[in-house]
């Protein structure tokens, strides 16, 4: 605690003398049409050559000599810009609106950020505007964040169609994923081909993966922060889509306007309602099928202006996987029946209780309650009845994590050369391994047990400190984040960490920036996955005495520069060593009921490096990025591959990025995606052999020959490369009182056979060969989106 108030007094007494001498302009900058706030924007004062930057919640603050003649100009990208001239004598709030560029309000994409990549000291940082992801093709026509997420360098995602996020050599445990600033522990729908995150709900995207800030902490490789709209508090607002497996609808509007607004959202897949009178109407007699495939999302928002400096935010996401069949079989003699039950469910909920107070014209403060659960639940059971005899057999298997968190965030910012922020805060998690309930019946005799795991708690705490300076060319991001772990129960374990984080940036001639970062991450929570499909049956469990937290530093160096307008180029090599990652123990079963996870898990290292190329155009009527990536990636256990280094799965030397949005007119637009990505490293057996096996059998001992494969060094094969080809066109047209566009979009448009898995087989000849299995052909998708 010594550690970080300290220096924070410090500074703040330290700089208390310069206080006296200035005065402050404040407030909150926001879109005149919806009251959302403008996160990022500028204001500019021309005269001194000062700037501040609104944070999240849409606040800034700039510090200027008392006296002077300021000239603002506050700027947002596809806003038209306001200027302000006066004499600052005394404190000035100052809260502004902008209004949308007329021209770019139908026709070009709005992006999300107007400071200027050299001008930013964070490094390995990429703001992905909301349309732009709207604007892209789109599997089924579902649009989805997180793939295009895997669309940007040094990202790669887990297989065709996977949502899962493999960030600069690590594995999707290691990203935190934050709603509204509540970590979601599950991000998929239906086996990963879908994610849990509605783009008509979301405000904005930011994808972190390295240089971290000291705010953020509890995972080794990416931050992603998506934060939901606050809704309009001037008028009422909705937007739909209809498509050829979901349908979505968002409303928003004031309670009372100007003060207090509501968002809601939701979507729903609807296979089965369309399927289900089909498979009625082609059921026998006696014999009835019921199924349930569907997966729905929900999310929710209000929002409260009590005065200029208090405000109140509440935030709530609910979604779940639905699988369920139900069937039962009358026998014709009327003897008796057969019914079966068979259940895969999942889901996560999250909520956000925030209430953000500006102190005084430099100082801001945001409190924030967070809840958040992810459960899985697998079910199968059996009942019959023949001729008065009754038998009946069930199975359930449960799993999942439960959070309760609180914290305490402040910015201040003393003048244009220093913006501070510290705070503080506490999660106590409940961890479920994995409980199996067996239930047989037998006429009167009934058998009921419950297998598995215990349920653990922990608590996980943290504290920060970091500062944004300014030297003239040089900007430098400085902070400190500490933390500490608790286990709690019969077995209690504490684990403690101290993690610097350092970032700079050097402002050469022609504005071509040189930055660098080091930071050191800890993880004190592990996910329990097979490294394939992203399945609701990965455990998430704590560190223990047994298993350690893992632990990583990484090292970044990189150059910056903005083109003609609005190119932003990027070059950054990074370097990555991890400590204690986790893996299951070679022949360890994936889902059982033993009693210990912990007897399950091995330990070791892991390395990576590379070089990644982004050059991305955020305006106009032409937007996109190309992207190019070139790494290793390596994994080390004592108890995987004779203790021998081996690629990660994931391991992929050369990843490209190409991303298209082009607005023809102001009716219609185009839209392309093509990636190209190294090979899955995958184990393939090398030869076989005849073995002798000898056998015991009451008495008599028996001989014989038995094939065995045996299999080489781990990872040491390769895939096909991956690549693939996506097209979209829009059809807009403005209507009296709302809006309407038809969506065409194509997946995989020249028919790529990508590798989805490889099989060893035999030939009729008695060949030994290795198939693949390619997983989507080409696939046309419609959909119909109206605004209004």
């Known amino acids: 605690m010594k550690t970080i108030l300290i220096p924070t007094l410090f500074a703040l007494f330290a700089l208390s003398p310069l206080a006296a001498q200035k005065a402050t302009i404040s407030g909150y900058i926001e879109d005149a049409d919806s009251g959302e706030e403008l996160i990022s924007a500028t204001v500019f004062d021309a005269h001194s050559g000062s700037g501040a930057v609104a944070n999240i919640y849409g606040f800034y603050s700039l510090t200027l000599p008392v006296g002077d003649t300021v000239a603002l100009e506050i700027s947002y990208i596809g806003y038209a810009p306001k200027r302000y001239a006066f004499v600052l004598t005394k404190d000035t709030t100052l809260n502004l609106r902008l209004s949308a560029s007329v021209q770019l309000e139908t026709v070009e994409v709005k992006a999300s950020k107007i400071e200027r990549i050299e001008e930013s000291v964070q490094m390995s940082k990429v703001d992905v505007p909301v349309e732009m992801i709207k604007k892209m093709p789109a599997l089924l026509g579902e649009v989805d964040v997180l793939k295009a997420i895997q669309l940007l360098p040094g990202v790669q995602s887990g297989g065709e169609g996977q949502n899962g996020l493999y960030v600069r050599g690590g594995s999707p445990d290691q990203n935190l994923i934050l709603l509204d600033g509540v970590p979601v522990y599950n991000v998929s729908h239906l086996l990963g081909f879908f994610s849990v995150f509605n783009a008509d709900a979301i405000k904005n995207v930011t994808l972190t993966k390295g240089g971290f800030p000291a705010r953020y902490g509890g995972r080794l490789s990416s931050v992603i922060e998506i934060n939901m709209k606050e809704g309009n508090d001037r008028e009422f607002h909705g937007e739909g889509s209809v498509g050829l497996i979901a349908s979505r609808l968002t409303l928003e509007g004031p309670i009372v306007k100007d003060r207090a607004s509501f968002m809601l959202s939701g979507r729903r897949t609807y296979v089965d309602l369309l399927m289900r009178p089909i498979i009625a109407a082609a059921q026998p007699e006696g014999i009835s099928f019921k199924p349930k495939l569907y997966f729905y999302d929900l999310n929710a928002k209000v929002n409260y202006k009590i005065n200029d400096k208090h405000r109140l935010y509440l935030s709530s996401y609910t979604g779940s996987d639905i699988f369920y069949f139900e069937s039962r079989e009358d ?28 102190l005084n014209n430099r100082l801001f403060a945001n409190t924030t309650l967070t809840y958040s659960q992810f459960e899985f639940d697998f079910s199968a059971a059996f009942e019959s009845e023949v001729e008065g005899l009754k038998e009946s057999f069930g199975a359930r298997y449960n799993s999942g994590i439960h959070d309760w968190g609180g914290k305490i965030d402040f910015d201040y910012i003393p003048n244009p050369n220093h913006y501070l922020r510290f705070g503080g805060g506490a999660t106590h998690h409940t961890y479920n391994p994995g409980v199996t309930q067996l239930e047989v019946g037998f006429d009167d005799l009934q058998i009921d047990t419950l297998v598995g795991s215990e349920k653990i708690g922990s608590m996980e705490y943290a504290l920060y400190v970091e500062d944004d300076l300014r030297w003239g060319a040089l900007r430098a991001n400085i ?106 123990r070679e022949g360890a079963e994936f889902l059982g009921i033993e009693n210990d996870w912990q007897d399950k898990v091995t330990q070791g290292d892991g390395e990576a490096y590379g070089l990644e190329v982004f050059v991305q155009k955020k305006e106009g009527k032409t937007t996109g990025w190309i992207g190019y990536t070139l790494a290793w990636n390596w994994r080390q256990f004592d108890d995987i591959n004779s203790g021998n280094r081996y690629p990660f799965k994931y391991d992929r030397r050369h990843d490209v990025e190409l991303v298209l949005s082009h607005q023809l007119n102001k009716n219609i637009s185009i839209s392309g995606t093509w990636v190209y990505g190294t090979g899955n490293a995958i184990t393939l057996p090398l030869y076989r052999y005849l073995t002798a096996i000898t056998e015991e059998y009451n008495g008599t001992e028996f001989a014989y020959l038995q094939e065995v494969e045996a299999i080489g060094e781990k990872n040491s094969f390769r895939m096909k490369p991956y690549h693939r080809l996506d097209l979209g066109i829009e059809f807009f047209k403005q209507k009296k009182k709302w809006a309407r566009t038809w969506v065409l979009s194509v997946y995989n448009v020249y028919n790529r056979k990508n590798p989805y898995y490889v099989y060893p087989a035999t030939t009729e000849g008695g060949d030994r060969v290795f198939k693949q299995v390619s997983l989507f052909s080409i696939i046309p998708s419609v959909a119909y989106n109206f605004d209004f």
Not at 334 to 355: D, H, P
Not at 519 to 528: E, H, P, R, S, V
Not at 565 to 578: A, C, R, T
């Open 479 to 584: 902070g400190l984040h500490a933390a500490a772990f608790q286990v709690l129960g019969d077995d209690p374990e504490q684990y403690f960490s101290l993690q610097p984080r350092v970032s700079l940036r050097y402002l050469l001639p022609a504005d071509v920036a040189l930055k660098g970062s080091f930071a050191t991450m800890t993880q004190f929570i592990n996910l329990l996955t097979n490294e394939s499909l992203s399945l609701p049956t990965d455990l998430w469990v704590p560190s223990t005495k047994r298993v350690l937290p893992q632990e990583s530093w990484q090292a970044a160096l990189g150059a910056a520069k903005t083109f003609g307008e609005g190119y932003e180029v990027s070059l950054e090599g990074y370097y990555k060593q991890m400590k204690n990652v986790l893996s299951y």
């Open 331 to 358: 026998f014709e003699d009327g003897s008796g029946y057969f019914a079966t039950e068979n259940g895969v469910n999942w889901g996560n909920i999250t909520t956000a209780l925030r209430w953000n107070y500006q």
